[in-house]
């Protein structure tokens, strides 16, 4: 942990004196513990180890703006929608498998990649709120899901395109889909904090124009 000052606050959600709610897993869940039929992937376990992990991310860092709401730069990773997707994806879209589940766990379990995804954007609601200001930010994927048959254990796996969506006083407002690329992140992040972008660095900013004060 870096800087040495912040160490209590970052692992005081990642131990035992701070606990996440079982609560959420229930209501993403809406039928508490459902095994489905003929899957060795445990699912349901699944989800309540990722989602108790995300939790205690979104947890930290609203305890660090909180204590510095200054910081200029905050990325956290929140990797649970992943695991999520990999093996509940049969159930939210079972026309896209020849084998597909029973129609019993379809109903119950089909809800869930949704849910959950629902909830990520609750938890980015609460590390915004806890800004004193509207921040900028950005939320990205490092790839998108998609459906495979034979590619066991998981029936969902890796596609393109990700998703890139930029949020806050420092993007301009626009309904239209971008294309975009993973070297525009380091460049926008530097147009958000006014810094030059060097002359050998791949990709362009995403973000509205910003008066650059140099580099550092």
Do not use: C
């Not at 309540?48 to 939790?55: A, E, H, P, T, Y």
């Not at 050998?200 to 550092?216: D, E, F, H, V, Y």
């Amino acid at each position: 942990v870096w800087p040495d000052s912040m160490r209590d606050t970052l692992l005081s959600s990642f131990g035992d004196r701070w606990t996440p709610s079982e609560d959420e897993a229930d209501r993403i869940l809406a039928q508490k513990d459902w095994n489905p039929d003929g899957s060795d992937m445990k699912p349901v376990k699944v989800l309540r180890r990722v989602l108790g992990f995300d939790q205690r991310t979104v947890h930290a860092a609203v305890e660090v703006v909180k204590e510095d709401p200054a910081l200029e730069v905050l990325i956290i990773h929140l990797g649970g929608l992943d695991n999520v997707e990999h093996v509940f994806w049969e159930y939210r879209f079972p026309e896209d498998f020849k084998r597909k589940p029973k129609q019993k766990d379809i109903e119950v379990l089909g809800p869930v990649i949704d849910r959950y995804a629902e909830w990520v954007d609750k938890g980015i609601g609460e590390i915004i709120a806890a800004y004193p200001e509207q921040p900028d930010v950005m939320v990205m994927s490092d790839h998108g899901m998609g459906s495979f048959e034979n590619r066991p254990p998981f029936k969902g796996w890796h596609v393109s395109p990700g998703i890139f969506v930029g949020s806050g006083p420092g993007f301009a407002q626009d309904a239209n889909r971008k294309t975009v690329s993973y070297y525009d992140i380091v460049p926008t992040i530097l147009n958000l904090q006014g810094l030059v972008k060097p002359e050998n660095l791949k990709g362009q900013s995403l973000a509205k124009p910003a008066p650059a004060i140099a580099s550092r």
